[in-house]
Each structure stands twice: as C-alpha cells, then as structure tokens.
C-alpha cells in the first residue's frame, strides 16, 4: 500500500458525500415512504417501538421483516418514552428489550437508537454507553453537513421540512471536504398529520428523492452503515504519513490521493518510507 500524508479519507468507492435518512416511530405511513424510497434506489433508517407495533396506525409485527428489507431498523424504546425521565434501570429495559424485540423480528443486530422525543442528556449517553450501542440519533438540526463526533449524540442536518433546500445546498457543496447529510422525520408527517407545514406532503418527498438520488458522488447507506465506516476511517484520518498505520478495520477504507483512488484493504498497512510519487 503506497500513500503520503497529502491523503485524505473518502466514503466507500471514494464517494466524498454520504446521505443518511432516518424516520421514527413505525406508523402505518412508512409503507408509502419505503415504497417511495425503493422507487429512487434510496435506503434509511427506521427507529422502531416494538411496544407500538400492531397498535392503530402502525406497522404490524409481521410485516417489519419485508417492510423495512434492505433499510435499517433502529430502537426508538419499547414505550416511546422520554429516557431522561426515567431510573438508569428503566432506560435498561426500554433500551434493551426494544433491541431484541426488533432483532428477533428482522433476524439482525440492532444496535442503534433514536432518543423519544429527541430527549437525551449525560446521564442517559451514559446509560447508551454502558449498553454498547452504535450511535444515539437526536432531533438536533445543525443546518450543516459536518461528520459526526459524538455518535452517542448524533445531529442531524435538518428534519425534512428543510430537506429539499438543505439537499440543494449538500450537492452543490464544493469544498471538497467530505460532506454527509442527514434527514430526520416521521412518514405521518407527510400525510399531513402533526406536520409543521402541511405543503411538506408526499409530493415534497417525491421531489427531495428525485433530487438526491442516483449522484455517483454520493454514498446512500444508512445510519449504521456510515457510522461504522467513519470508525474504520478513523484511525486512518489525519493520518501525517510518518509511522506505519494499519486499517484495522474489518471492512476497506478508501482514500483519495492527488486525484487518485486508494482502497485500504482489512489489515493492509501504509508505509510511509513507500510513498506515492507526486503527480
Ligand atoms: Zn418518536
């Protein structure tokens, strides 16, 4: 493996944008929402009550599988409760039995969590921690496309009321630092209901999904996804080409080198004493 410091770190195939979608709460909307989606080869996230499932107006238990194939399911509590009201042992159990009720259904891992009511303070990242989970998804809207520092305190860009100007902004972004953008809602809010601006409507999804998809600079992967690959990337970033540095990550890390494409196999080392020749 042949770099020097003037590399710099990429998304997957050495995208340098990402998209992260991410709906809360299971209503029985999600199915036009993963329908549209599918439509436009887009993925997302779907923070899930397994309390809720089955109840009025959302999804029923044994649709969750084939429903949400190919997207992410994530915890959103077993309750939908405001985790910063509750004991360290009530968080453990809306936490964790949201987990394994959602594995059970999807047969996978669910390893991350959108805080109910956006509510989360040290205490409950503390609680997150302790229970290993990947990231802790707020309602925090930074209006910007910065990577994350604190997955247990996830931002995201802007809810999907700002989502076509904020994905206008995100592809014409040229600074050519790595740029992600990341969309939080709730699918009922397209049906009108509960929704801030009632001309966000399905039409306003229709028109943001037309606009993001199919761009082949950006990387289209869910929260997990983009999580994990930025700590595979971590440890290469900033890398100052002196020393050996090793991708010890179990999946490749690409970088980007004086307009070239490195892809850094699991367990390859770059060495410095074998750098790239400036071109
Ligand atoms: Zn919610």
Sequence with gaps: MKADANAVVRFPQGKRKALIMSYDDGSEHDRQLVATLNAYGLRATFNLNSG???????????????????????AHGVNHLDLTTLSNEEIDREVIEDQKALADLVGAP?????????????????????LDLAYGRTAHATGRFGLPDRPLALACSCHHNQALELGERFLNDDTGEMALLHVWGHSFEFDG????????????????????????????????????????????MGWSGTGQLRNEAQRSVWLSHAGRLLEVLPGEALDPMDALPAD
């Design 110 to 130: 669910v390893r991350g969590l959108a805080y109910p009511f956006g509510g989360y303070d040290e205490r409950v990242i503390g609680r997150l921690a302790v």
């Design 52 to 74: 809720r499932l089955g109840m009025p107006h959302h999804i029923a238990r044994d649709e969750v599988q084939a429903l949400y194939q190919g997207h992410e399911v994530a």
């Design 193 to 236: 209901f509960l929704s801030a601006d009632p001309r966000k409507d399905w039409g306003y999804l229709e028109a943001f999904c037309r606009l993001v998809q199919g761009h082949p600079d950006v990387y289209y992967a869910t929260t997990v996804d983009v999580l994990d690959y930025l700590t595979a990337a971590r440890g290469l």
